[in-house]
């Protein structure tokens, strides 16, 4: 069975510039993860999508950061405009339901310098 | 303070010995709790789920107490492939929370 897949892998930018990120969950899941890991730090949620309504985005920075499911398949996360503090892994997970074991992707290795 | 605290480490502990680390949570509501491992540079994999009576999966055992509000993982019998970084994750409604992990280092 395929994983999370994601992309870019890497991603080197220059702040206030522009970046998306996508992700393809397992098939057949529900719902759909994104968080943001500093280094030394545990993942953050940022959001949390069932299908292709929004559970919870509580921890979303939504001035600059932004983030769609618009068939409850693929999502994106977009940050625009970029910060120095953005430099973080961005994992994408996905699970069959709410309450079961979540499975990542690989992530996308953000850089801005 | 982090709804969420572990101990950073590092632990480092010879092969074959026990290991054993606790994860504190603040808020009383939290609902179900997990044990991930995440290998450097990788993405977390679930270890094992925490349950109210405790869990032992082979060399892992996770418990629960909920009076005092920490988890905690014991791993027996160490071997140099468990060295990674244990992330404590607690859920409260549609919260998810991880800590910042644990690192541990078996030496030969």
């Known amino acids: 069975e395929a994983g999370v897949a994601q992309s870019p892998r890497y991603k080197i930018i220059e702040k206030r510039q522009s970046v998306a990120f996508w992700c393809n969950p397992i098939s057949g899941h529900a719902t759909l993860y994104w968080y943001q890991q500093i280094l030394g730090q545990g993942p953050k949620l940022l959001i949390q999508f069932q299908n292709n309504g929004v559970v919870d985005d509580s921890q979303l920075p939504k001035d600059r950061f932004s983030a769609e499911r618009l068939k409850g398949v693929d999502s994106t996360l977009k940050i625009q405009p970029a910060k120095l503090e953005d430099s973080a892994v961005y994992l994408c997970?996905?699970?069959?339901?709410?309450?079961?074991?979540?499975?990542f992707g690989p992530g996308t290795r953000l850089t801005v310098l | 303070r982090k709804e969420v605290e572990q101990d950073p480490g590092p632990f480092n502990v010879p092969e074959g010995a026990t290991v054993a680390f606790n994860c504190t949570y603040s808020?009383?509501?939290?609902?179900?709790f997990f044990w991930y491992r995440q290998d450097c540079r990788k993405e977390p994999k679930l270890l094992m789920s925490v349950y109210s009576s405790g869990n032992e999966d082979g060399r892992f055992t996770a418990q629960l107490n909920r009076a005092s509000q920490y988890i905690s993982l014991l791993i027996r019998d160490s071997k140099l492939s468990d060295s990674a970084t244990y992330l404590c994750v607690v859920r409260r409604a549609s919260k998810i929370i991880f800590g910042s992990g644990t690192r541990l280092s078996i030496r030969p």
């Open positions: 997970a996905s699970s069959p339901g709410q309450n079961n074991e979540q499975f």
């Open positions: 808020n009383s509501a939290s609902q179900s």
